[in-house]
């Protein structure tokens, strides 16, 4: 992706995005309802501006951390779900927050780890992650995600 735009319960225009000299966006799938989810609509204005779109898969704060391989296991397959509603093409990843609690490597990566090692054996799709630099170099380096996302600020 190049310059994208990363936003959830705002919704610029596509036209809006595009002048700002977006050339991607960044949303959101999770449990329904939550109102930062992309919606249908939403997205067919933002593929008709001609805007690339990546999926982010994000429920409560830190589950990967605290729900270890049930949690992957069981977000995975409705991630899919999701986006298999919203058209979203098959070869193209969904990322799934790994956040690290501390933005160090800690003793909560295991954990992390697992999630997303049950994400990807449940997901029809490959997976990305979005976290620290630090757990993401880690992840990419293990085979646990095939892209990464890296917080800014840590």
Avoid at 34 to 40: D, Q, R, S
Avoid at 65 to 82: E, H, I, M, R, Y
Wanted: aromatic letters at 10%.
């Amino acid at each position: 992706m190049s310059e994208a735009a990363d936003y959830s319960f705002a919704r610029p225009s596509p036209a809006a995005l595009v002048a700002a000299g977006y050339k991607d966006v960044i949303r959101y799938i999770s449990p329904p309802p939550n109102g930062k989810n992309i919606t249908v609509p939403e997205l067919e204005g933002l593929r008709g501006v001609g805007l690339g779109i990546a999926l982010v898969w994000e429920t409560v704060n830190q589950r990967a951390a605290t729900s270890g391989a049930a949690g992957g296991a069981a977000d995975a397959p409705t991630a899919n779900q999701l986006a298999d509603e919203l058209g979203y093409p098959e070869g193209c990843v969904i990322y799934f927050v790994l956040e690290d609690p501390n933005q160090l490597p800690t003793s909560s990566w295991p954990q992390i780890d697992a999630y997303a090692s049950a994400a990807k054996s449940n997901s029809k799709r490959a997976i990305g992650g979005y976290g620290s630099q630090a757990y993401i170099e880690h992840a990419l380096d293990t085979g646990l995600v095939t892209k990464g996302w890296q917080v800014g600020g840590w």
